[in-house]
C-alpha cells in the first residue's frame, strides 16, 4: 500500500507563502497526525483560555482523522503534548486520559513558548498503527 493523504490542505505560512500539508498521512499500517490545535470545523479557536477544553477538540479532530485512515484511538501509539504554561498540564493530561484510557501509549510532554495562534495553548502530535 502506498502513501495516503487525508484533507490535503494549503498551510497560510503568511506573507502569501504557503506549504502543501495534509492533516493525517497513512503510509503502510502507520498513521501520522499533524499536530493538532483547538481548531474547530469552522476555523475558529475552541475553548480559549481552556486548556481541557481545547484538548478535548484535539482528541475529536483525532478520532476523526484515524478513522477516515482506517484506524482508531486504541490504536495510538506516541502522543507529543506541547502546552505553552505548566499549568495546562493537569487539566490537558486528564482530557487526553479520558480519550486513552486502557490504550498506554508513549508520550512525550513538552512546554513551548508559543503555538500558531496566541489563544492557542495546546497542541497534539499522534502517531497510531492499523490492526492486522
Known amino acids: 500500500m502506498g ?3 487525508i484533507r490535503p490542505y494549503k498551510a497560510d505560512l503568511g506573507d502569501g507563502a504557503q506549504m502543501d500539508m495534509a492533516m493525517a498521512v497513512r503510509a503502510g499500517r502507520h498513521v501520522y497526525i499533524r499536530g493538532l490545535t483547538a481548531l474547530g470545523p469552522d476555523g475558529k479557536v475552541v475553548g480559549v483560555g481552556a486548556g481541557a ?3 478535548e477538540q484535539c482528541m475529536q479532530t483525532a478520532k ?4 477516515e485512515a482506517g484506524s482508531s484511538i ?3 501509539c ?3 503534548t506541547y502546552i505553552t504554561d505548566r499549568a495546562w498540564r493537569v487539566p490537558v493530561y486528564q482530557t487526553v486520559g479520558r480519550w486513552i ?3 498506554f ?3 512525550t510532554g513538552i512546554i513551548v513558548n508559543g503555538l ?3 489563544e492557542m495553548v495546546v497542541m497534539l502530535d499522534i502517531a497510531a498503527v492499523i490492526p492486522d
Open 78 to 80: 506516541k502522543i507529543h
Open 116 to 118: 500558531p495562534r496566541a
Open 101 to 103: 484510557k486502557g490504550v
Open 105 to 107: 501509549p508513549c508520550g
Open 64 to 67: 476523526a482523522l484515524l478513522e
Open 74 to 76: 486504541e490504536h495510538v
Open 3 to 5: 502513501h495516503q493523504r
Open 53 to 55: 477544553a481545547q484538548a
